[in-house]
């Protein structure tokens, strides 16, 4: 409020106290001399006047202040609009470097096997072939044909998701089919495969054919991993609200660098492997509500640990599976 403001009303309030003051003082209004009107209705008529003085100049600062607030509202709102429209342009421009990241490694997964596959089907035309030769050229123009076709199956899987429909899947029978089919691979390489199920009958919601397939890709990467006469386990046990799955192995482990890219598309550290595998076992899990790490890595082998919601208390106990025998696992030790 301005000082000429406060003065007015100031004014304006000690003449009206005046005028009540004066007005005790008096006689009756009968008994009021004309003389004595003039001087209360002057006083009256100073005092209204300076009210209505310092309301105006009242009323005038309020809308400076109002003008002033919608103005700084207005600055606000359009900062605002900079720094929203500034943030897409920055998550546009991250959208795209992903994508043509993504392009280039895809491009590079594809010339290899190509160029390989060609080499081999222009030796199919060398006249004079010997037909043991030309069955071995057809033979190896197929494999790298079909290695191109699961890296485009992998990536389309990736891009689209898993098209996930959600059904309640006992955990206990998951585990056993994903065992049955990983057995008879694993027992082909020397190698020994173990399956501890202590999810207790849990059940999860869960799309029980992408759940499989990020199992089976666990495993197929422990495989790969492993040595004649090595170790592959499957287990699984609850934690509070969450299903852990953990796929381990006796390999040769991954090194430190590696470890922050596993899940990165097209990151590899197999030769002929598409670098996909992992990226859709992390899609699989964040569609489900859970995640995927990776729990130990060194010499002596890795452990992946896939956690999901669980979806039905369990009941029962685990039982624990070598080579296709049940065994009562209260009897054995904890994993």
Do not use: W
Request: glycine residues 8%; aromatic residues 4%; charged residues 20%.
């Amino acid at each position: 409020m301005s000082a000429m403001s406060i003065t007015s009303t100031t004014s304006a309030i000690s003449t009206t106290s005046a005028i009540s003051t004066a007005s005790k003082k008096m006689n009756p209004v009968n008994s009021l001399s004309p003389q004595q009107l003039e001087q209360a209705f002057q006083m009256f008529n100073l005092a209204s006047s300076g009210l209505c003085t310092a309301y105006e100049e009242l009323r005038q600062q309020a809308q400076v202040l109002t003008d002033e607030l919608a103005l700084a509202n207005g600055e606000l709102r359009r900062q605002f609009a900079e720094k929203q429209a500034l943030l897409e342009a920055t998550q546009r421009s991250e959208r795209l470097a992903a994508m043509g990241e993504m392009a280039a490694r895809l491009a590079h997964q594809l010339r290899t096997p190509l160029a390989t596959a060609m080499l081999y089907a222009a030796q199919l035309h060398e006249p004079g072939l010997p037909a043991e030769k030309r069955a071995s050229f057809a033979e190896k123009t197929l494999n790298r044909l079909r290695h191109l076709e699961r890296l485009i199956e992998d990536m389309l899987l990736f891009v689209r998701g898993t098209g996930a429909t959600f059904e309640p899947v006992p955990v206990a029978g998951l585990l056993r089919e994903v065992f049955q089919i990983m057995e008879p691979q694993v027992l082909a390489r020397g190698l020994l495969l173990e399956l501890s199920d202590g999810s207790g009958g849990c059940m999860v919601r869960a799309d029980r054919q992408a759940l499989i397939g990020a199992l089976l890709s666990l495993l197929e990467n422990a495989l790969q991993a492993s040595d004649e006469g090595g170790r592959i386990r499957l287990s699984a046990k609850t934690a509070a609200a969450e299903l852990e799955i953990y796929v381990s192995d006796t390999g040769i482990g991954i090194a430190p660098e590696a470890q922050g890219r596993l899940f990165e598309p097209f990151f590899t550290t197999r030769t002929g492997g598409t670098g996909l595998g992992l990226a859709i076992v992390r899609t699989v899990a964040q569609t489900h509500g859970g995640s995927i790490s990776l729990a130990l890595a060194n010499a002596g082998g890795s452990e992946f640990v896939l956690r999901l919601p669980i979806a039905a208390a369990p009941v029962g106990l685990p039982t624990e599976i070598n080579q296709g025998k049940v065994n009562d696992a209260a009897a054995l030790a904890d994993r």
